[in-house]
C-alpha cells in the first residue's frame, strides 16, 4: 500500500534530506559531524523513505542491550526456540538474527545487510506475521562493527524493545543509545533481567529505572500512556529454548502478538513511529545547517587569512624584483664589466648614436659575453626570492589554521602545507627558461621590424637578451642609497643599450609585456601554492548554501510532517 498521505510534497522533501546528508558526509571529512550525518541518513534511506512509502511492510522490531544483558534469551523465548546462541561473559551475537514469518519479506535495507553477511535471516513457524524481530549484537561491544550494526539496526526499526539487567540499567553507555532512541522516537518496551528474588527490591530497581526514563525524555516513548517495562526474576529461564521462561515475558509476547492479529493497529504503530522519526529529524537537521553556516563562516575567515598571507609575501617578491634587491652584486658587477658600464656611462650624454657605436665597440671584437651565467644565475636568485617568500607565507598560513579546529584537521591531514612544495624550484626554473626563450624571439623580431637587425647581430641576441631580463628586473627608479650603486649603473646601461637599438618607447612597452609575463608565471606559482590549502580544508565556502538548504527542509518536515 502506498505511503500514508503519498503526499509528493514529504516525498521530495525526504530525497533532497538524503541528497543533502550526503554531500554534508562528503564535506566534513575526518569530523564527528559527518558520522552524525551519516546516522541521519542511514535512517532516512533505510526506515524512514521506505515507511513512508509503505506503511503496510513488516514491523521491524529491534532486540538492542549490553553484553549479558539476556538479549538472545529474549529472542529465544519469544520464538519457544533456540535460535540465537546466548553468553554472558562476551558477545555472541555478532551479526543480526532476524526472525521472520514465512509469509513475510525482509524490506531491502534488510535484505542489503543480509546480503552484506551483517544480517541473518531465520524464516520459522513462532515467527509473527507482519513482525521481523531482530536479535542485534551488543550496542557496547568490544568490536567495533557490532557496535556500528546495532546502531544502524537501531535507525531502521519501527519498535525497540531495550532488554538490561538489575545491576547495569543505569549505565552511561546505555542510555547513549536510549537518548538516540528519544531522538528519533522510535517506540519502546523494556525489560530488566535478573531482578532479584526480593518483591521489593524490585519495585525499587524497577522504579529507578522509571525514575530515569522521565528524567531523560524516554517516557515519551511509550506504546500507549507509558513505557511498559517487564521485570524477569533471575531464576525465571527455561533451558529448553536457552531463555527466558515463557511466562515472565508474557506481556512482551502479548503486546508482539497484538500487533500481528492486528492489521490496523500494526499500521497504527508504523504511521506513528514514522510521524515520530520524522518530527525527529528536525533538530538535529537544523543542527547540522547550523553547523554547516558557522563553518561557512570559519572557511571563508580561514581563506582569507590565507589569502592575507600569501598576499604580503607575493608584495615582497614584486618589491625586491622592481628594485633589483634580489639579485646578487657579483652578478650585476660580472655583466657590468662585461658591458663596460664606465665607458658607457662617460658618453652617455654625447646621444644615442654615440652611445650605440661605443656599446659595439665595447663588445666587438672583446671579451665572451657571461651570457649564459649571468642569466642562470638571475633566475636563480629569483627562483630563490620566489621560494623563500612562498615558504614563509605557507608557515603564516599554517600557523593561522592550527588554532582553529578545522584548519588543524586540515594540517594533519597535509602536514606539508607548513612549506613550500617539493619540486616547485625545477618548475618555476623551467617557466623561466620559457620565458627568457620569449624574449630572445621577440628580441630578434623587433630588430627585422625596426631595421634594428644589424645592431642586434652585431651585439648577439643573446647578449641582448640577457640585458633585457636584466631590464625586467631592475631600474633605477626604485633603487634607493646603498642600493644605488652597481644595481643602478647596470639599470641604466641595459635601459641605454635597448633604447639605442629599438628607441625608447619601443624598449618601454617592450619591458612593461615581458614584465607582465614574468608576472602571470609568479601569480600561477603562488596561486597554485595557496590553492594547496583549498583541497585540504575539510570545509567548503559553499557549505552556506547547503546550509539553507537543510533549514528549508526541516521547516517544511516541521510543519507538513505526513500531513
Same mark, same amino acid.
Given at each position: 500500500?502506498?505511503?500514508?498521505?503519498g503526499?509528493?510534497?514529504?516525498?521530495?522533501?525526504?530525497?533532497?534530506?538524503?541528497?543533502?546528508?550526503?554531500?554534508?558526509?562528503?564535506?566534513?571529512?575526518?569530523?564527528?559531524?559527518a558520522e552524525r550525518?551519516?546516522?541521519?541518513? *542511514?535512517?532516512?534511506?533505510?526506515?524512514?523513505?521506505?515507511?513512508?512509502?509503505?506503511?503496510?511492510?513488516?514491523?521491524?522490531?529491534?532486540?538492542? %542491550?549490553?553484553?549479558?544483558?539476556?538479549?538472545?534469551?529474549?529472542?529465544?523465548?519469544?520464538?519457544?526456540?533456540?535460535?540465537?546462541?546466548?553468553?554472558?561473559?562476551?558477545?555472541?551475537t555478532?551479526?543480526?538474527?532476524?526472525?521472520?514469518?514465512?509469509?513475510?519479506?525482509?524490506?531491502?535495507?534488510?535484505?542489503?545487510?543480509?546480503?552484506?553477511?551483517?544480517?541473518?535471516?531465520?524464516r520459522?513457524?513462532?515467527?509473527?506475521?507482519?513482525?521481523?524481530?531482530?536479535?542485534?549484537?551488543?550496542?557496547?561491544?568490544v568490536?567495533?562493527?557490532?557496535?556500528?550494526? +546495532?546502531?544502524?539496526?537501531?535507525?531502521? +526499526?519501527?519498535?525497540?524493545?531495550?532488554?538490561?539487567?538489575?545491576?547495569?540499567?543505569?549505565?552511561?553507555?546505555?542510555w547513549?543509545?536510549?537518548?538516540?532512541?528519544?531522538?528519533?522516537?522510535?517506540?519502546?518496551?523494556?525489560?530488566?533481567?535478573?531482578?532479584?528474588?526480593?518483591? #521489593?527490591?524490585q519495585?525499587?530497581?524497577m522504579?529507578?529505572?522509571?525514575?530515569?526514563?522521565?528524567?531523560?525524555?524516554?517516557?515519551?516513548?511509550?506504546?500507549g500512556?507509558?513505557?511498559?517495562?517487564?521485570?524477569?526474576d533471575?531464576?525465571?529461564?527455561?533451558?529448553?529454548?536457552?531463555?527466558?521462561?515463557?511466562?515472565?515475558?508474557?506481556?512482551? *509476547?502479548?503486546?508482539? *502478538?497484538?500487533?500481528?492479529?492486528?492489521?490496523?493497529?500494526?499500521?497504527?504503530?508504523a504511521?506513528?513511529?514514522?510521524?515520530?522519526?520524522?518530527?525527529?529529524?528536525?533538530?538535529?537537521?537544523r543542527?547540522?545547517?547550523?553547523?554547516?553556516?558557522a563553518?561557512?563562516?570559519?572557511?571563508?575567515?580561514?581563506?582569507?587569512?590565507?589569502?592575507?598571507?600569501?598576499?604580503?609575501?607575493?608584495?615582497?617578491?614584486?618589491?625586491?624584483?622592481?628594485?633589483?634587491t634580489?639579485?646578487?652584486?657579483?652578478?650585476l658587477?660580472?655583466?657590468?664589466?662585461?658591458?663596460?658600464?664606465?665607458?658607457v656611462?662617460?658618453?652617455i650624454?654625447?646621444g644615442?648614436?654615440k652611445?650605440?657605436?661605443?656599446i659595439?665597440?665595447?663588445?666587438?671584437? %672583446?671579451?665572451?659575453?657571461?651570457?649564459?651565467?649571468?642569466?642562470?644565475?638571475?633566475?636563480?636568485?629569483?627562483?630563490?626570492?620566489?621560494?623563500?617568500?612562498?615558504?614563509?607565507?605557507? #608557515?603564516?598560513?599554517?600557523?593561522?589554521?592550527?588554532?582553529?579546529?578545522?584548519?588543524?584537521?586540515?594540517?594533519?591531514a597535509?602536514?606539508?602545507?607548513?612549506?613550500?612544495?617539493?619540486?616547485? %624550484?625545477?618548475?618555476?626554473?623551467?617557466?623561466?627558461?620559457?620565458?627568457?626563450?620569449?624574449?630572445?624571439?621577440e628580441?630578434?623580431?623587433?630588430?627585422? *621590424?625596426?631595421?634594428?637587425?644589424?645592431?642586434?647581430?652585431?651585439?648577439?641576441?643573446?647578449?641582448?637578451?640577457?640585458g633585457?631580463?636584466?631590464?625586467?628586473?631592475?631600474?633605477?627608479?626604485?633603487?634607493? %642609497?646603498?642600493?644605488?650603486?652597481?644595481?643602478?649603473?647596470?639599470?641604466?646601461?641595459?635601459?641605454?643599450?635597448?633604447?639605442?637599438?629599438?628607441?625608447?618607447?619601443?624598449?618601454?612597452?617592450?619591458?612593461?609585456?615581458?614584465?607582465?609575463?614574468?608576472?602571470?608565471?609568479?601569480?600561477?606559482?603562488?596561486?597554485?601554492?595557496?590553492?594547496?590549502?583549498?583541497?585540504?580544508?575539510?570545509?567548503?565556502?559553499?557549505?552556506?548554501g547547503?546550509?539553507?538548504?537543510?533549514?528549508?527542509?526541516?521547516?517544511?518536515?516541521?510543519?507538513?510532517?505526513?500531513?
Amino acid at each position: 500500500m502506498a505511503g500514508c498521505c503519498g503526499a509528493p510534497m514529504i516525498q521530495t522533501t525526504l530525497s533532497t534530506l538524503a541528497d543533502l546528508l550526503e554531500e554534508r558526509i562528503g564535506s566534513a571529512p575526518g569530523l564527528e559531524a559527518a558520522e552524525r550525518a551519516r546516522t541521519l541518513r *542511514n535512517h532516512l534511506v533505510e526506515y524512514v523513505i521506505p515507511r513512508e512509502r509503505d506503511l503496510d511492510a513488516p514491523l521491524v522490531v529491534v532486540i538492542l %542491550g549490553s553484553t549479558g544483558a539476556g538479549k538472545s534469551s529474549l529472542f529465544n523465548a519469544l520464538a519457544g526456540d533456540s535460535l540465537s546462541k546466548v553468553g554472558v561473559v562476551r558477545p555472541t551475537t555478532m551479526t543480526g538474527q532476524a526472525l521472520v514469518h514465512p509469509s513475510d519479506t525482509l524490506p531491502p535495507a534488510l535484505e542489503a545487510m543480509e546480503a552484506a553477511g551483517l544480517l541473518e535471516s531465520m524464516r520459522h513457524p513462532s515467527g509473527k506475521r507482519g513482525l521481523l524481530l531482530i536479535d542485534a549484537p551488543d550496542f557496547d561491544s568490544v568490536e567495533a562493527d557490532n557496535r556500528a550494526l +546495532a546502531r544502524r539496526l537501531l535507525e531502521a +526499526a519501527d519498535l525497540v524493545i531495550y532488554v538490561t539487567t538489575d545491576t547495569r540499567y543505569a549505565d552511561d553507555v546505555p542510555w547513549t543509545i536510549l537518548g538516540r532512541a528519544r531522538e528519533r522516537g522510535v517506540p519502546l518496551l523494556a525489560v530488566i533481567n535478573r531482578l532479584p528474588r526480593n518483591e #521489593a527490591d524490585q519495585v525499587t530497581i524497577m522504579d529507578d529505572f522509571r525514575r530515569l526514563l522521565v528524567a531523560g525524555g524516554i517516557e515519551e516513548l511509550a506504546i500507549g500512556d507509558q513505557v511498559q517495562i517487564v521485570g524477569v526474576d533471575r531464576d525465571d529461564v527455561d533451558p529448553q529454548v536457552d531463555g527466558l521462561a515463557a511466562a515472565a515475558i508474557e506481556p512482551v *509476547n502479548r503486546a508482539l *502478538n497484538r500487533l500481528a492479529a492486528n492489521d490496523a493497529e500494526r499500521r497504527e504503530l508504523a504511521r506513528e513511529a514514522l510521524q515520530r522519526s520524522l518530527s525527529g529529524l528536525v533538530a538535529p537537521v537544523r543542527e547540522l545547517a547550523e553547523e554547516m553556516a558557522a563553518e561557512a563562516r570559519h572557511a571563508v575567515d580561514l581563506l582569507k587569512k590565507r589569502d592575507a598571507a600569501y598576499a604580503r609575501h607575493r608584495e615582497v617578491i614584486d618589491d625586491r624584483i622592481d628594485r633589483g634587491t634580489f639579485l646578487r652584486s657579483e652578478v650585476l658587477r660580472e655583466w657590468h664589466d662585461f658591458v663596460g658600464a664606465n665607458r658607457v656611462a662617460r658618453v652617455i650624454s654625447e646621444g644615442v648614436g654615440k652611445l650605440a657605436a661605443a656599446i659595439r665597440s665595447a663588445f666587438n671584437p %672583446g671579451p665572451v659575453a657571461p651570457t649564459q651565467h649571468v642569466q642562470e644565475s638571475a633566475f636563480a636568485d629569483l627562483i630563490a626570492l620566489v621560494l623563500s617568500q612562498v615558504d614563509e607565507a605557507a #608557515a603564516e598560513a599554517a600557523s593561522s589554521w592550527a588554532s582553529n579546529p578545522h584548519g588543524s584537521v586540515a594540517l594533519e591531514a597535509d602536514p606539508a602545507l607548513w612549506g613550500v612544495s617539493p619540486g616547485l %624550484g625545477d618548475e618555476l626554473d623551467a617557466e623561466l627558461e620559457a620565458w627568457a626563450t620569449g624574449i630572445s624571439g621577440e628580441i630578434a623580431e623587433m630588430g627585422e *621590424n625596426l631595421r634594428g637587425f644589424a645592431k642586434v647581430a652585431s651585439l648577439g641576441v643573446n647578449v641582448v637578451g640577457t640585458g633585457a631580463i636584466l631590464a625586467v628586473f631592475i631600474h633605477t627608479g626604485g633603487l634607493t %642609497g646603498a642600493e644605488a650603486g652597481v644595481a643602478a649603473v647596470t639599470a641604466i646601461v641595459n635601459q641605454t643599450l635597448l633604447e639605442a637599438i629599438f628607441g625608447e618607447g619601443n624598449v618601454a612597452k617592450f619591458v612593461d609585456s615581458a614584465r607582465a609575463r614574468l608576472d602571470a608565471i609568479i601569480s600561477q606559482v603562488v596561486e597554485a601554492e595557496a590553492s594547496r590549502f583549498d583541497g585540504s580544508l575539510p570545509v567548503a565556502v559553499s557549505s552556506a548554501g547547503t546550509a539553507e538548504e537543510l533549514l528549508q527542509v526541516a521547516e517544511t518536515l516541521a510543519t507538513r510532517g505526513l500531513g
